[in-house]
Nanobody
Framework: VQLQASGGGLVQPGGSLRLSCVLSGSIYRINTMGWYRQAPGNQRELVAAFTTGGSTNYGDSVKGRFTISRDDAKNTVFLQMNSLKPEDTAVYYC??????????????WGQGTLVTVSS
């Protein structure tokens, strides 16, 4: 099982980026899937995620600016980031809680994609 994140880059304040994360490999079920970020010197924090029930959770600092969506047929989640601020600069990680079978479950992380917001 692999999570491949893409879409990061350099953007000016107020700009937009769209991140993608593709899950590949043989799985039984995706339980949760979403995005976290870690800025230098900071702890990793939740950005946005789909919960087990299909609802969404957002970090307080991104509410109203970021939107998480998914394509279940392609095991892909997206993160649309609008009105970006310099404080959004971080490495963004895709993460998923995956059931490989009825009895085997674990957390998986992608390699991270760097988002830099700067003029």
């Amino acid at each position: 099982v692999q999570l491949q994140a893409s879409g990061g880059g350099l953007v000016q304040p107020g700009g937009s980026l769209r991140l993608s994360c593709v899950l590949s490999g043989s799985i039984y079920r995706i339980n949760t899937m979403g995005w976290y970020r870690q800025a230098p010197g900071n702890q990793r924090e939740l950005v946005a995620a789909f919960t087990t029930g299909g609802s969404t959770n957002y970090g307080d600092s991104v509410k109203g600016r970021f939107t998480i969506s998914r394509d279940d047929a392609k095991n892909t989640v997206f993160l649309q980031m609008n009105s970006l601020k310099p404080e959004d600069t971080a490495v963004y990680y895709c993460s998923a809680d995956i059931s490989l079978s009825l009895f085997k479950r674990g957390d998986y992380w992608g390699q991270g994609t760097l988002v830099t917001v700067s003029s």
